[in-house]
């Protein structure tokens, strides 16, 4: 079985596609789980998303948990030198989500033997994780909403950490952040007359002055809120021409998603000092929204038990992570956990042109999420 799920994770990582396009992987997700007989099986959940359901074995189940793995990829253009590298240009499964994927087709092969008497199990392939769309879609889908949860669990293989080590984090695991794209839309004019333009650029600098202004307490008050001017774009390498429009982008990171929401005005009202000067037109756009996910303290002794019991080292992080995690949605639906699993000291990193999953942490990720189904089923 091991091996079958290694050959599946190379292909998938052969064949990836970005955030929202996950048709093909979706597919092949949905007939790789028609193999281990789930009772049912729903397709373009949340767009692209698929869900495998195991009943309990004697149709009376009195509790529900769901575990999820991710389908998209990056845009990043891989340079792993391995032999199943990606074959379409500039895509690359840069974060692992191809072997969460083989993971949670490992779990499908223990649900096929009815080991839940008492279980009602969910294995959720969820789209768009990498924009923090995903989450959210698959919530607002009628079909999802109808399934009651009492629990939610995924895990993230970390580099980094040495190998198949559990990373468990109580409360904040992973920041809240968004993105905020400002527009200026002016007129452009001859270099020669610019008077008879619109000229934005005066107005972008006040607007990078004022945000390292009032950003810079959200910033003092948590080491791990981050405020970062990510892009300007405006113009181009001409010298005729005095521009007239141009775009900003901030991203905005915190563990809470209060001191973020703070943040987030904090640009807006910049913005509605900038527009009364700006004789051009201003808009505000919030994109790539991320919840902080803040896991279940219960969630995370079940993940301790099911760790001990397995013989994993387990490093309890002092610290949650800056970076974001679309699973903490799912916590408007009920209970979430989310831990990591240590890929190893000297793996490439997340999101590099050279990272590879590891694949020995196929079969510890699945012998974890049987310990867990175990307890949830005792």
């Known amino acids: 079985m091991l091996k079958d799920l290694v050959n599946l994770r190379k292909e998938l990582h052969q064949h990836p596609e970005l955030s929202g396009r996950e048709e093909q992987t979706a597919k092949r997700i949905a007939e790789e ?42 845009a990043v253009q891989e340079e792993s030198g391995t ?104 007129k452009s004019s001859h270099a020669a007359y610019p008077e008879q333009g619109v000229n934005p650029s005066k107005h972008i600098a006040e607007f990078i002055r004022l945000a390292d202004v009032k950003l810079d307490h959200f910033r003092s008050k948590n080491s791990l809120n981050k ?38 005005n ?23 929204p991320f919840a902080a996910t803040i896991n279940s303290e219960k969630g995370i002794e079940t993940v301790k038990k099911a760790a001990m019991e397995s013989g994993l080292e387990i490093t309890e992080l002092k610290q949650p992570f800056p970076w974001s995690e679309d699973f903490g949605e799912f916590r408007k639906k009920c209970p979430i956990t989310l831990f990591g699993l240590g890929a190893g000291r000297d793996s490439a990193a997340l999101h590099s042109e050279t990272y590879d999953f590891n694949d020995q942490l196929i079969e510890t990720g699945v012998q974890l999420f049987r310990a867990i189904l175990e307890h949830h089923s005792s």
Request: contains cysteine; hydrophobic residues 40%.
């Open 227 to 264: 405020a970062v001017n990510t892009y300007i774009r405006m113009g181009e390498p001409a010298f005729g021409i005095s521009p007239g429009s141009a775009e900003l982008g901030f991203t905005l990171r915190s563990p809470s998603d209060e001191e973020l929401a703070n943040a987030v």
């Open 266 to 288: 904090a640009i807006r009202e910049i913005g509605g000092e900038i527009d009364n000067d700006f004789q051009g037109d201003l808009k505000m756009q919030k994109v790539e």
């Open 33 to 74: 789980l028609s193999r281990y007989e789930p009772d049912e099986i729903f397709e373009e959940i949340g767009g692209t998303g698929v869900i495998a359901k195991f009943s309990s074995n004697n149709g009376s189940a009195t509790k529900a948990i769901l575990f999820r793995a991710e389908l998209d990829a990056i």
């Open 83 to 186: 032999e199943y590298q990606s074959e379409d240009e500039g895509v690359m499964h840069g974060c692992g989500h191809d072997g969460h994927m083989a993971i949670l087709i490992g779990l499908a092969h223990v649900l096929k033997n009815k080991m839940t008497p008492d279980l009602d199990v969910y294995l959720l392939f969820q789209p768009a994780e990498e924009t923090g769309e995903g989450a959210a879609r698959v919530m607002a889908d009628e079909r999802f909403q109808r399934i009651e949860l009492d629990h939610a669990y995924a895990l993230h293989n970390l580099p980094g950490f040495d190998e198949k080590s559990v990373l468990i984090k109580s409360d904040v695991f992973a920041a809240a952040s968004v993105g905020m794209k400002v527009h200026f839309k002016g």
